[in-house]
């Protein structure tokens, strides 16, 4: 695992996926190479116009490379100074960063794995799968289930991106299910925590990885743990 350094990252796109939620691609110029594990996050420091230090956390919503990029996807937070200044950023500014930080990593061996998201929740998630999936070296043909929770269809970032992973990979399950889905959508209905048994099948050997909100977490890891599931088959990240 690479040691973390600090360094100056400079957008050079930007794509809205939702009203208040973006898609932002960074490239590192300073440094000879740029290194993470998937489902690592970065720390983003800038200064408010009076002068205050602001530093932030955000999941990578990218694989590693060797091109010296990443990506980020992250929501508007209403006063919230950080995610607001990166969604007003032009491309070709930059931003001062530290990382890369955080365990919330694939954990060998492989095993079957469900990974539970919830809105920008699945950052670190296309991380891993885009990661897992360009070499069958890293999956070895396990089972893979993303289980992706939004209210609406409009929420559902990187859609087509999971439908296209999907049809290319058997062993890749892509699951996105809606609380507030329209009439016509023909997906799973209700939040995530309803599906997981139907998923897991009354297995226990299987991984769980979990990223969203505190009380959708708490709801999974209970259910998961009272099927029997082992503690530490059970690895999150809390979002608030």
């Known amino acids: 695992m690479s040691p973390f350094q600090t360094f100056a990252a400079r957008l050079i796109r930007s794509v809205s996926l939702s009203a208040q939620t973006k898609h932002l691609e960074f490239e590192v110029a300073a440094v ?10 970065l720390s983003f420091k800038t200064n408010k116009p009076d002068g205050e230090e602001i530093t932030r956390a955000y999941s990578l919503a990218s ?4 091109d010296n990029r990443f990506a980020l996807c ?50 670190p998630f296309r991380s891993m799968l885009h990661w897992l999936l360009a070499d069958p070296a890293r999956h070895q043909d396990k089972q893979l289930c993303l289980l992706f929770g ?51 099948q009354g297995r226990t050997e299987m991984h769980a990885y979990i990223c969203g909100l505190d ?16 503690r530490k088959s059970i690895l999150y990240e809390k979002y608030d």
């Open 32 to 41: 000879p190479r740029f290194g993470f594990v998937a489902g690592q996050w």
């Open 63 to 66: 694989p590693p490379g060797d």
């Open 74 to 123: 992250l929501n508007r937070v209403q006063d919230g100074f950080m995610s607001n200044f990166l969604c007003d950023m032009k491309d070709g500014e930059d931003i001062s960063c530290q990382g890369p930080f955080g365990d919330f990593i694939l954990r060998p061996p492989m095993h079957d794995t469900v990974f539970i998201a919830t809105g920008t929740g699945i950052a």
């Open 150 to 200: 939004n209210r609406t269809e409009k929420d559902i970032y990187y859609h087509e991106e999971f439908l296209e992973l999907a049809s290319q990979h058997t062993n890749f399950h892509y699951l996105p299910t809606l609380s507030r889905g329209a009439d016509d959508w023909q997906g799973l209905r209700g939040y995530v925590q309803a599906h997981m048994i139907a998923i897991i």
């Open 215 to 230: 009380k959708m977490i708490k709801a999974n890891r209970e259910l998961l743990k009272g099927l029997g599931w082992d």
